[in-house]
Each structure stands twice: as C-alpha cells, then as structure tokens.
C-alpha cells in the first residue's frame, strides 16, 4: 500500500549509501534539511558560514543531525556519529541484495 504524500514518489526500497563523519565540530548542515528531501551530487548542504559539504552522491536525504551548539559555535555533547545520510534506491528487494550477507 502507497503511504501518500510526500512519499508517494520515493522508491520503494532505499539504503544508506552515505554517511557524513562528523569529523569537524563546526560542521553544519543548513537550516531545514529534511528527511527523504532529494539532494544531487556536488549539492552544498552546508549551513552558511561553515565548512563546506558537498553531498558526493544522488540520493535521499535522512536523519540530518542539528546538534546543540556553545556561543562559538562548536557542537555540544552528545556528538551525532554522522551528520546526515544519503539513500539510494536498491536495484533489487532487500531479500535479494542482502541474501548473500553472512548472518554470524
């Protein structure tokens, strides 16, 4: 069954492709980036004033993080592992790409 807007054009199965590190803590994505919004490859997602990032692939926005932030700027406790992430459309049901993954 369909979910209705604003999922009705998504693909029906998407998997993490990539992971922002929050490797510097003045990372910053901009202001309202939302879950499954399209983003394209060289696409700036950086808030204005802040290290640049630059999404490396076509895909779907997720789970873009906002940490808490001190006067200077600098990310609060606790830091988001990834900033946000990218998904793509799988190019089969997860019950094919995923069936030769070692279940130990």
Same mark, same amino acid.
């Given at each position: 069954a369909a979910m209705g807007l604003p999922f009705a054009n998504l693909p @029906?199965? *998407?998997?993490? @492709? !990539? =992971? &922002? /590190? !929050?490797?510097n803590p003045r990372y910053a994505v901009k202001p309202g980036l939302e879950n499954f919004e399209r983003v394209r490859s060289g696409e700036v997602v950086s808030a204005a004033g802040t290290p640049e990032l630059v999404c490396p692939i076509d895909g779907w926005v997720m789970m873009a993080k906002y940490p808490e932030r001190d006067e200077h700027g600098a990310c609060l406790p606790p830091v988001p592992g990834a900033l946000y992430?990218? *998904? &793509?459309? *799988?190019? =089969? /049901?997860p019950s094919v790409v995923f069936s030769s993954v070692d279940a130990r």
């Open positions: @029906q199965c *998407l998997s993490t @492709q !990539f =992971a &922002q /590190p !929050f490797s992430r990218v *998904l &793509q459309e *799988l190019d =089969a /049901p």
